[in-house]
């Protein structure tokens, strides 16, 4: 929707409104403004402006989109605006458990995970789609893979920010359906993600639902390497079946990118409303984690739609559907999803004048557009909140990357010091430290793509040397010696 002006009760109730919510016990409170450890925000408005737009967004959508009606006594999230007899599904739910929980609304996330505990089937996963009435029936009582994942990160944000010892134990929840999607919705031991618990395979994937950037902490959770798989998996999808002309991806597809048939010969093939969100899915994996693969497959996309016809650097030229060739439009409707999954993607691009105005233009495009239909708001809110820094990720589980039992993240350990981060060029490779290491001393280093570098690293004159098989990125290094624990993120910066 277009931001409005506030009327005087809105300009003095919203502040109250998020004050009250950062009250409540969390460590966390509204807001965070974080910034990424990759990428870049918006540069032509400021932070409180930022800031400001993603809670009224978040106000308005809560007011707009949640209703206690036939929700069993908690509360849920509806599909149309205008009446409280629509149905629910475990896509909204997803988004409004994500949502609720980085605005440290914890009343709203504890209906809203109440009304999915009430909701699951036999599989232990959400039925994708609730009547009005509270019932699914047939296939809408089976479950859609991106709704369980956004439940389950939800729930390790939830903990997170509150802890697991009161009336929901979010911890064990999240492990739970952690579990559940993988046996479900997982084809191991390729690590294909299913888009269904009972649909889809090698013909029919969807690769929106490829949520690249959670995996790492639902393997921390776990304690489940399969998660790399399934990462991985997932990444090199996304390496290998982009357009070569205009980088964009297909909402429903084969495993190899062709063109999905079976049961999934009606679905749209070209870019549209679930491949929209493929930046959103990517960049969050780039802001957080600096991963390679993810920050050019955004680039790739947002870069033609700067460069290049249909859209030719005019973000009012974005609708709903794109040709997958980039030949052209295969929609009608000047709506949000598109145009805002690229405003995120375009996060990922590299700094310089030229990106900067594109990434500027394409905010400016999410936030003059109104949409009263669920998806699009929804998902303009969350976008919001990514451009604003309220995206954060939950780094109290042990940020990815499983690390090796004796040396396991602990927020117990008074001799754990705060995460340092230090930036290395490629043509260096020396990782200076504020004191010394001894040479006794033991090192784990750790890649955002969750291998373990550890061999390829070395301490000489006190100094930690990456080997030069490493490639750019991020990598986290835990340091023992004596009593002691030491925790840096180093990023790798690729040569000039």
Same mark, same amino acid.
């Given at each position: 929707?277009?931001?409005?002006?506030?009327?005087?009760?809105?300009?003095?109730?919203?502040?109250?409104?998020?004050?009250?919510?950062?009250?409540?016990?969390?460590?966390?409170?509204?807001?965070?403004?974080?910034?990424?450890?990759?990428?870049?925000?918006?540069?032509?408005?400021?932070?409180?402006?930022?800031?400001?737009?993603?809670?009224?967004?978040?106000?308005?959508?809560?007011?707009?989109?949640?209703?206690?009606?036939?929700?069993?006594?908690?509360?849920?999230?509806?599909?149309?605006?205008?009446?409280?007899?629509?149905?629910?599904?475990?896509?909204?739910?997803?988004?409004?458990?994500?949502?609720?929980?980085?605005?440290?609304?914890?009343?709203?996330?504890?209906?809203?995970?109440?009304?999915?505990?009430?909701?699951?089937?036999?599989?232990?996963?959400?039925?994708?789609?609730?009547?009005?009435?509270?019932?699914?029936?047939?296939?809408?009582?089976?479950?859609?893979?991106?709704?369980?994942?956004?439940?389950?990160?939800?729930?390790?944000?939830?903990?997170?920010?509150?802890?697991?010892?009161?009336?929901?134990?979010?911890?064990?929840?999240?492990?739970?359906?952690?579990?559940?999607?993988?046996?479900?919705?997982?084809?191991?031991?390729?690590?294909?993600?299913?888009?269904?618990?009972?649909?889809?395979?090698?013909?029919?994937?969807?690769?929106?639902?490829?949520?690249?950037?959670?995996?790492?902490?639902?393997?921390?959770?776990?304690?489940?390497?399969?998660?790399?798989?399934?990462? !991985?998996? +997932?990444?090199?999808?996304?390496? @290998?079946? %982009?357009?070569?002309? #205009?980088?964009?991806?297909?909402?429903?597809?084969? /495993?190899?990118?062709?063109?999905?048939? !079976?049961? +999934?010969?009606?679905?749209?093939? @070209?870019? %549209?409303?679930?491949? #929209?969100?493929?930046?959103?899915?990517?960049?969050? /994996?780039?802001?957080?984690?600096?991963?390679?693969?993810?920050?050019?497959?955004?680039? @790739?996309?947002?870069?033609?739609?700067?460069?290049?016809?249909?859209?030719?650097?005019?973000?009012?030229?974005?609708?709903?559907?794109?040709?997958?060739?980039?030949?052209?439009?295969?929609?009608?409707?000047?709506?949000?999803?598109?145009?805002?999954?690229?405003?995120?993607?375009?996060?990922?691009?590299?700094?310089?004048?030229?990106?900067?105005?594109?990434?500027?233009?394409?905010?400016?495009?999410?936030?003059?557009?109104?949409?009263?239909?669920?998806?699009?708001?929804?998902?303009?809110?969350?976008?919001?909140?990514?451009?604003?820094?309220?995206f954060w990720p939950p780094d109290c589980v042990g940020n990815t990357l499983k690390f090796k039992n004796n040396m396991s993240p602990t927020t117990s350990n008074s001799n754990l010091n705060n995460t340092e981060v230090k930036t290395i060029l490629s043509t260096d490779r020396t990782l200076s430290l504020n004191s010394k290491l001894p040479q006794e001393?033991?090192?784990?280093?750790?890649?955002?793509?969750?291998?373990?570098?550890?061999?390829?690293?070395?301490?000489?004159?006190?100094?930690?040397?990456?080997?030069?098989?490493?490639?750019?990125?991020?990598?986290?290094?835990?340091?023992?010696?004596?009593q002691k624990l030491f925790q840096i993120k180093c990023i790798l910066q690729p040569e000039k």
């Amino acid at each position: 929707m277009k931001l409005k002006a506030l009327s005087l009760y809105q300009a003095i109730a919203l502040p109250l409104l998020m004050v009250y919510l950062s009250m409540q016990a969390q460590t966390r409170p509204w807001p965070q403004n974080i910034t990424y450890s990759f990428g870049a925000k918006v540069s032509h408005v400021s932070q409180t402006t930022l800031t400001n737009n993603a809670a009224q967004a978040y106000a308005q959508w809560k007011s707009d989109f949640v209703t206690s009606t036939n929700a069993g006594g908690f509360r849920r999230v509806k599909y149309q605006q205008a009446s409280n007899w629509t149905y629910s599904a475990s896509e909204g739910t997803g988004y409004g458990m994500l949502l609720s929980v980085y605005s440290a609304d914890k009343t709203l996330f504890d209906d809203l995970c109440n009304f999915y505990k009430s909701k699951r089937n036999a599989q232990n996963l959400m039925s994708w789609k609730i009547d009005y009435n509270g019932n699914c029936g047939g296939g809408d009582c089976y479950s859609a893979t991106d709704g369980d994942e956004d439940i389950a990160f939800s729930l390790i944000l939830a903990h997170c920010q509150w802890g697991s010892t009161g009336s929901i134990n979010y911890l064990q929840e999240a492990i739970g359906l952690i579990n559940a999607i993988k046996t479900y919705e997982v084809d191991l031991p390729a690590g294909r993600l299913r888009p269904g618990e009972f649909f889809g395979g090698s013909h029919c994937v969807d690769p929106s639902y490829f949520t690249v950037a959670y995996y790492p902490y639902f393997k921390a959770v776990t304690n489940d390497n399969s998660w790399d798989v399934v990462r !991985n998996w +997932c990444l090199q999808y996304f390496a @290998n079946n %982009a357009h070569p002309i #205009s980088g964009l991806y297909r909402d429903w597809s084969r /495993d190899d990118g062709g063109t999905a048939y !079976n049961d +999934c010969s009606w679905r749209e093939s @070209n870019y %549209a409303y679930d491949a #929209s969100r493929i930046p959103w899915r990517l960049a969050n /994996d780039y802001l957080w984690h600096g991963t390679a693969i993810s920050q050019q497959a955004c680039s @790739n996309m947002v870069l033609w739609t700067r460069n290049d016809p249909p859209i030719s650097g005019n973000a009012g030229n974005f609708n709903d559907c794109l040709n997958w060739d980039g030949s052209g439009h295969c929609g009608n409707y000047a709506n949000i999803p598109i145009v805002g999954g690229m405003s995120i993607g375009a996060m990922a691009l590299a700094p310089g004048t030229i990106n900067d105005t594109w990434r500027n233009n394409l905010y400016s495009e999410l936030a003059n557009r109104n949409d009263d239909y669920f998806y699009n708001r929804t998902l303009q809110v969350i976008y919001y909140f990514v451009h604003s820094g309220n995206f954060w990720p939950p780094d109290c589980v042990g940020n990815t990357l499983k690390f090796k039992n004796n040396m396991s993240p602990t927020t117990s350990n008074s001799n754990l010091n705060n995460t340092e981060v230090k930036t290395i060029l490629s043509t260096d490779r020396t990782l200076s430290l504020n004191s010394k290491l001894p040479q006794e001393a033991s090192i784990l280093v750790i890649g955002c793509d969750g291998k373990d570098y550890t061999k390829e690293c070395k301490i000489d004159n006190g100094s930690i040397v990456l080997s030069h098989t490493m490639v750019a990125g991020l990598y986290f290094i835990r340091m023992e010696y004596g009593q002691k624990l030491f925790q840096i993120k180093c990023i790798l910066q690729p040569e000039k």
